[in-house]
Every structure is written in structure tokens, then in C-alpha cells.
């Protein structure tokens, strides 16, 4: 039903929340609904909350972003723990979205400067491949 509701469209993102008064993710459910709609052929971009280890999981069962907390829905408390999305989005091979918390433009600022490029002086790399290339 959601395909034809979203015109074919395989992109979902799902919220499975624990408790109705902090909308905290339950993810133990989280997990089991991303199975089930990933092997319904669906591309999933999970909320979750800033547990590396979820995190990792839900990207091997196949989440094609993960979405982790940086505090709860609605409360603008900003990021409270760099370290944890720190950790995932180092540990990451798709997409990672902070979702959640975020109140003010500095703390947009702060989660956009968690996944930043490292500096490097004279290290440029081509965004297109040269191998291959006839001269």
C-alpha cells in the first residue's frame, strides 16, 4: 500500500517510537520493522537513537541512512552526545542524518561539523577517476 500511496517511490523513513512523552526510539522494534521493510524491497532511512552499536546493525541489515538522535524530538537541547554520532559516522558506509533535537543554527553548525572532510594542505584528490583514461 505505502508504494502505490508514494507513486512506486521505495523511499521511507521510519519512526518507531517507545515511549508517547519523550518519543525516544524503540529499537528493538526499530530493528525488526527495517528488516521486514528492506526485504520488502524498500530503501529505509532509520531514526534511531545515538547507540553506535544500533547504529551498525541497522546499516547491515540494510538501512540506507541512519538517522540518529542528537536529543529528543521537539526538546531543541542540541547535540548531547558528539562522541556517540561521532563514533557512527566514522563507523558509517551510508548516510548519517541527525535527527532530532537540533533548536538553534549552531547546533545545525555543530552536527554539520561532526561530519566535516578533514583538512588537508596539498592533498586533493579528483573527483573524477583518472585510471583508465586514453591520453
Known amino acids: 500500500m505505502a508504494r502505490e500511496l508514494l507513486d512506486g517511490h521505495k523511499l521511507v523513513k ?8 519523550t518519543l ?7 530493528l525488526k520493522a527495517a528488516d ?5 524491497g524498500f530503501d529505509v532511512m532509520v ?18 541512512a541512519i538517522m540518529p538522535l542528537a ?16 563514533i557512527i559516522i566514522e563507523h558509517a558506509k551510508v548516510p548519517v542524518l541527525v ?5 538553534t543554527a549552531s547546533d545545525a553548525a555543530i552536527a554539520m561539523e561532526l561530519g566535516r ?12 577517476p583518472t585510471q583508465g583514461m586514453i591520453s
Open 14 to 21: 521510519l519512526e518507531v517510537l517507545g515511549d508517547p512523552k
Open 71 to 86: 536529543s529528543l524530538i521537539g526538546s531543541g537541547m542540541g547535540i548531547l552526545n558528539p562522541w556517540n554520532l561521532q
Open 117 to 128: 572532510m578533514a583538512k588537508k594542505l596539498y592533498s586533493a584528490s579528483p573527483s573524477s
Open 24 to 30: 525516544y526510539p524503540n529499537v528493538i522494534e526499530t
Open 36 to 40: 521486514v521493510l528492506i526485504k520488502e
Open 47 to 64: 531514526y534511531t537513537s545515538d547507540d553506535p552499536i544500533v547504529a551498525k546493525e541497522l546499516e547491515n541489515i540494510g538501512c540506507c
Open 99 to 103: 535527527d532530532a533535537g537540533v533548536g
